[in-house]
């Protein structure tokens, strides 16, 4: 390729003037040139200038125009439908991060239906097996991954518990305890905890009760057992009240204290909301089915090897004809 015809070449492709003239002046003193596409296959032809001095070391040494044109940048000529794009100063050590990463393919709508139809076949293979443990197997592994799943879910409605304030708890009489349980008992009003368990809202129902009454029950129903303890401790931090009585049926009477102040915030910031609350009900409840059947199919299979393991030495005891 001759130096008048690459130059000819370029210069239709260049608009820019000065940079026209400064790869005619590369290609003019003694530099070779080099192209190289890249992908020739697509639309988009991608070709490397090298321009690299064809004089010895001494000889530069003695032109020091020559130095100060040695270099080993190129100039690169993007051609495309829409124009012609130059970039010079980059080394050619290889292709290009964009061009290195390989488009992803485009998957279709019928290859993704075939895939779940594939994965569907299969499982329903394992679960009309023959084999008692293959299906066993089955759905201990489907059930550990639901579990998995939950627990990760469930992480996200942790709240982190802010930095418990100090104050000053009232201590009461036994006859001030008395009378206090005696009037919980005999009112009416109560703060209802349910399935929710205890959020923002239960605390913002107790202020807003002991602005006009000392005391407040309230009632928790569903309760494990055992729950009702932990549902008071946490009220109790939250709510600053003090624990007058737990009854049998699951209630609580608290007392909101001699000198008591109505905060600003009723509702703490460090618990859920009303649905959210909800949202992690419904995970807890699943994760606990779960949990059960993994413990009811993991008897199963024990009980399956016991079986297979008597069978075997039956088989083995009996006498061979």
Same mark, same amino acid.
């Given at each position: 390729?001759?130096?008048?015809?690459?130059? $000819?070449?370029?210069?239709?492709? +260049?608009?820019?003037?000065?940079?026209?003239?400064?790869?005619?002046?590369?290609?003019?003193?003694?530099?070779?040139?080099?192209? &190289?596409? +890249?992908?020739?296959?697509?639309?988009?032809?991608?070709?490397?200038?090298?321009?690299?001095? @064809?004089?010895?070391?001494?000889?530069?040494?003695?032109?020091?125009?020559?130095?100060?044109?040695?270099?080993?940048?190129?100039?690169?000529? $993007?051609?495309?439908?829409?124009?012609? $794009?130059?970039?010079?100063?980059?080394?050619?050590?290889?292709?290009?991060?964009?061009?290195?990463?390989?488009? &992803?393919? &485009?998957?279709?709508?019928?290859?993704?239906?075939?895939?779940?139809?594939?994965?569907?076949?299969?499982?329903?293979?394992?679960?009309?097996?023959?084999?008692?443990?293959?299906?066993? @197997?089955?759905?201990?592994?489907?059930?550990?991954?639901?579990? %998995?799943?939950?627990? %990760?879910?469930?992480?996200?409605?942790?709240?982190?518990?802010?930095?418990?304030?100090?104050?000053?708890?009232?201590?009461?009489?036994?006859?001030?305890?008395?009378?206090?349980? &005696?009037?919980?008992?005999?009112?009416?009003?109560?703060?209802?905890?349910?399935?929710?368990?205890? !959020?923002?809202?239960?605390?913002?129902?107790?202020?807003?009760?002991?602005?006009?009454?000392?005391?407040?029950?309230?009632?928790?129903?569903?309760?494990?057992?055992?729950? +009702?303890?932990?549902?008071?401790?946490?009220?109790?931090?939250?709510?600053?009240? +003090?624990?007058?009585?737990?009854?049998?049926?699951?209630?609580?009477?608290?007392?909101?204290?001699?000198?008591?102040?109505?905060?600003?915030?009723?509702?703490?910031?460090?618990?859920?909301?009303?649905?959210?609350? @909800?949202?992690?009900?419904?995970?807890?409840?699943?994760?606990?089915?779960?949990?059960?059947?993994? %413990?009811?199919?993991?008897?199963?299979?024990?009980?399956?090897?016991?079986?297979?393991?008597? !069978?075997?030495? %039956?088989?083995?005891?009996?006498?061979?004809?």
């Amino acid at each position: 390729m001759s130096t008048r015809f690459v130059g $000819r070449r370029i210069s239709n492709c +260049i608009t820019n003037t000065s940079l026209l003239h400064h790869v005619r002046d590369l290609i003019s003193q003694n530099h070779s040139l080099c192209t &190289r596409y +890249i992908r020739p296959n697509s639309n988009l032809i991608t070709r490397s200038l090298c321009l690299t001095p @064809l004089l010895s070391p001494n000889e530069i040494s003695k032109k020091p125009l020559h130095v100060r044109l040695a270099t080993s940048s190129a100039v690169e000529v $993007r051609m495309d439908k829409d124009g012609v $794009r130059f970039c010079i100063g980059k080394q050619l050590n290889g292709l290009s991060d964009s061009e290195k990463k390989q488009k &992803r393919t &485009r998957v279709s709508k019928k290859a993704k239906l075939n895939e779940l139809r594939f994965y569907r076949l299969k499982a329903k293979k394992k679960m009309r097996s023959p084999n008692p443990e293959t299906r066993i @197997l089955y759905r201990l592994g489907k059930a550990k991954r639901k579990e %998995e799943w939950l627990i %990760e879910k469930l992480r996200k409605y942790d709240v982190r518990k802010a930095a418990a304030e100090v104050y000053d708890p009232e201590s009461l009489t036994e006859e001030e305890k008395f009378y206090l349980k &005696r009037t919980g008992e005999k009112k009416k009003h109560y703060v209802p905890v349910g399935r929710r368990g205890v !959020f923002g809202g239960v605390v913002l129902n107790m202020h807003l009760h002991w602005k006009n009454h000392e005391t407040v029950k309230v009632v928790c129903k569903p309760c494990r057992p055992g729950q +009702i303890q932990e549902y008071a401790d946490e009220l109790t931090r939250l709510s600053r009240g +003090i624990v007058i009585d737990i009854k049998p049926n699951n209630v609580i009477i608290f007392y909101r204290g001699k000198n008591y102040v109505q905060p600003e915030i009723m509702s703490p910031p460090d618990t859920l909301s009303k649905a959210k609350a @909800l949202e992690k009900y419904k995970y807890e409840q699943s994760l606990e089915h779960t949990s059960e059947f993994i %413990e009811k199919l993991e008897n199963e299979l024990e009980e399956y090897y016991k079986h297979k393991a008597r !069978f075997n030495k %039956e088989k083995e005891s009996s006498p061979t004809d």
